[in-house]
């Protein structure tokens, strides 16, 4: 299934879509088995990859509300949807191909906990040392996400907005910091937009979007999958700064990020 002109032109107007479903109950549950692996140290993977406070939350029998990041390039079971060729058709219906892997993280919000809430913020915040910012995620729910489970929101056509901060100014103890920044239109609509998802459906938006999400309120942990992508002509235009992502240096500045670490979607 993949999108029509019109949806099409809502991504590129309002910077966010709805997907179709592009994972089976099997390939559900392999992810749901593997993403418990990791959080309950089932498998060894880097400490520095995953949530702050798991250890702590750990030794008090519980998992927190946690982000697991750079998780394809380790493990095989998430590396498979590289070759998921669903995916790639929609990714490169709205990017320019061959479309490529830029990082990934899975993202579990724990029952009962109201307080999970991830602030406001623009992805290409935190990848501005690649550009140019045409980059998308797909967005895939392993549980269904509702607004009582802590969705994603968003705030259309935000991606259009020109900013004007840097990485390094942002509050992130503010979970509205972003909102009260230079660069939004004065009169600009800033009610945003619940993105429900069905569990296995997928969700796209765009790298300058700005979303955010709620906490649990519900008696199920709420899990996500999230490939962050990036169209073929992306170059690498300063230093990694974080050792949490992929280490961008394997290209040279201005060469295109392209290779091993930053796999291309199967072909279409």
Not at 158 to 161: A, K, M, N, R
Not at 180 to 184: C, K, L, P, S
Not at 221 to 228: A, F, L, N, T, V
């Given at each position: 299934?993949l999108f029509t002109?019109a949806?099409i032109e809502h991504?590129k107007?309002q910077?966010y879509l709805?997907?179709?479903?592009?994972l089976?109950?099997e390939q559900?549950?392999a992810l749901k088995?593997r993403i418990?692996?990791?959080?309950?140290?089932?498998?060894?993977?880097p400490?520095h990859?995953?949530?702050?406070?798991?250890?702590?939350?750990?030794?008090?029998?519980q998992?927190p509300?946690?982000?697991?990041?750079?998780i394809?390039?380790?493990?095989p079971?998430?590396?498979a949807?590289?070759?998921?060729?669903?995916?790639?058709?929609l990714?490169?219906?709205?990017?320019?191909?061959?479309?490529r892997m830029w990082?990934?993280?899975?993202i579990y919000?724990p029952a009962?906990?109201?307080?999970?809430?991830?602030?406001w913020?623009q992805d290409?915040t935190?990848w501005?040392?690649?550009?140019?910012a045409d980059?998308?995620?797909c967005?895939?729910a392993?549980?269904?996400?509702t607004?009582?489970?802590?969705?994603?929101?968003?705030?259309p056509g935000?991606?259009?907005?020109q900013?004007?901060y840097?990485?390094e100014d942002?509050v992130?103890d503010?979970?509205?910091?972003?909102l009260?920044?230079?660069?939004?239109p004065?009169?600009a609509?800033?009610?945003s937009?619940?993105?429900?998802?069905?569990?296995?459906h997928?969700h796209?938006?765009?790298c300058r979007t700005?979303?955010?999400?709620?906490?649990?309120k519900?008696d199920n942990?709420?899990?996500?999958?999230?490939?962050?992508l990036?169209p073929?002509?992306?170059?690498?235009?300063?230093?990694?700064?974080?050792?949490r992502?992929?280490?961008v240096e394997?290209v040279g500045v201005?060469e295109?990020?392209?290779g091993p670490?930053?796999p291309e979607?199967v072909?279409?």
């Open positions: 299934m002109d949806q991504y107007t910077g709805s997907g179709p479903r592009v089976s109950d559900i549950s088995e418990d692996d990791i959080l309950h140290g089932r498998i060894p993977f400490k990859l995953m949530g702050e406070t798991i250890e702590q939350s750990r030794a008090k029998g998992l509300s946690v982000k697991v990041v750079n394809f390039r380790r493990e079971t998430f590396a949807l590289i070759d998921n060729s669903t995916i790639s058709a990714a490169h219906q709205l990017m320019s191909g061959p479309v990082e990934d993280q899975m919000k009962y906990d109201a307080k999970t809430a991830l602030a913020h290409y935190f501005n040392h690649v550009g140019p980059m998308g995620t967005w895939i392993l549980d269904d996400a607004v009582d489970n802590g969705c994603m929101h968003v705030i935000s991606h259009l907005w900013m004007r840097d990485r942002a992130v503010d979970p509205h910091w972003l009260q920044q230079e660069g939004i004065a009169g609509d800033l009610t937009a619940p993105c429900e998802v069905k569990a296995g997928c796209f938006h765009h700005f979303h955010g999400s709620y906490g649990n519900t942990p709420r899990r996500s999958y999230i490939m962050h990036m073929g002509y992306t170059r690498r235009l300063g230093d990694n700064w974080n050792e992502m992929g280490n394997t201005g295109v990020v392209q670490d930053y979607l072909a279409v």
